[in-house]
């Protein structure tokens, strides 16, 4: 299986401010990684695909970026409803792997 | 628009078998793979399994022996069943629809936890 290891674990950040979130895997999966958002206690929300497409209905101040082994996940200007976990996900080889997640919390 | 809900027992006994339903709404069953993922604090977001409307399933290979699924497009509903369980697979279990050729996740359901204990 393909491991895909986030960091940092936990970030902590002020509204307003750039965060920036890496992804890495064990081994090259060309741009097929998938970003998404948990709040507490609801499902994860699909937040990028490709590496940095956009879905529809995320706001602009998520980007994403990175191919082969190295993804980032960036969000400029933090805003209070940011305040989650954050995970990657493969889907170059099956199985689908998720990485460990990445907690954004408050400063 | 589609929304996908989980149903079923919340506790399950050791070594019993663990019983899910997905109920979908709002949207067709074709097209698309219907996966089962689940979260624990061990072992995080872990993909078990998916099926589509052929019946056709793709499973981890590290859950393969123990995992049945099914689908019933009469019903808008498909199924998963874990055999064997222990504590390890206590977890939220989310069923999601997964976009057919691209592997993403793009609708989840909202989650129900199973607990194993005796």
């Known amino acids: 299986d393909i491991q895909m290891t986030q960091s940092p674990s936990t970030l902590s950040a002020s509204v307003g401010d750039r965060v920036t979130i890496s992804c890495r895997a064990s081994?090259?999966?060309?741009?097929?990684l998938a970003w998404y958002q948990q709040q507490p206690g609801k499902a994860p929300k699909l937040l990028i695909s490709?590496?940095?497409n956009l879905r529809s209905g995320v706001p602009s101040r998520f980007s994403g970026s990175g191919s082969g082994t190295e993804f980032t996940l960036t969000i400029t200007s933090l805003q209070t409803d940011d305040f989650a976990s954050y995970y990657c996900?493969?889907?170059?080889?099956?199985?689908?792997?998720f990485g460990q997640g990445t907690t954004v919390e408050v400063k | 628009q589609v929304q996908l809900q989980e149903s079923g027992p919340g506790l399950v006994k050791p070594s019993e078998t663990l019983s899910l339903t997905c109920t979908v709404s709002?949207?067709?069953?074709?097209?698309?793979?219907w996966s089962w993922i689940r979260q624990s604090p061990g072992r995080g977001l872990e993909f078990i399994g998916n099926?589509?409307?052929?019946?056709?399933?793709d499973f981890n290979p590290s859950l393969k022996s123990r995992v049945t699924m099914s689908v019933d497009t009469s019903r808008n509903q498909f199924f998963l069943l874990l055999s064997s369980v222990t504590a390890a697979d206590t977890a939220v279990y989310f069923c999601?629809?997964?976009?057919?050729?691209?592997?993403?996740?793009?609708?989840w359901g909202q989650g129900i936890l199973v607990s194993v204990s005796s």
């Open positions: 099926i589509n409307y052929i019946r056709l399933t």
């Open positions: 490709e590496a940095s």
């Open positions: 709002g949207g067709f069953m074709s097209t698309y793979n």
């Open positions: 996900q493969q889907y170059n080889s099956f199985p689908w792997t």
């Open positions: 081994q090259s999966i060309s741009g097929w």
């Open positions: 999601a629809r997964q976009v057919y050729g691209v592997y993403i996740f793009d609708v």
